[in-house]
């Protein structure tokens, strides 16, 4: 489901997501480059085509490649779309995170659905 709202300037996409497992790499390289949020993300199968993304914060790393950030909402609440320093990319696919660890904050295992709005 994917449903676009415009407020002034801005759209704003909703799509529902599916909680995938990941590797458990972000947990590593956060706490040193984006130490503001919880040290994981969320690894989610989008189920609608993923808007563009205007990242509003990008981070030099050491790997050679930055670290993208973008404002986003997760079951209405405030997080971010991360864009990893090795990270590549999926269609369909993003990695969401936020100052809370968004499992346990939503009790999510994988194959939970949620959604995701695009800012």
Known sequence: ?????????YIFV?????VKQG???SSQWMTTYIPWLFPGTVNLKLEGKKPPTVWTEIIET???KPCKIAPCKINELDAFI???????????????G???????KFNLA????VIVEFI
């Open 1 to 9: 489901m994917t449903r676009v709202r415009q407020k002034e300037s």
């Open 14 to 18: 909703k799509i529902k997501g599916t």
């Open 23 to 25: 590797s458990g790499e």
């Open 62 to 64: 050491h790997y050679g």
């Open 82 to 96: 991360i864009f990893p320093p090795l990270g590549k990319e999926h269609k369909g696919k993003v990695e969401i």
């Open 98 to 104: 936020a100052t809370f660890k968004i499992r346990d």
């Open 110 to 113: 994988d194959g939970d659905q």
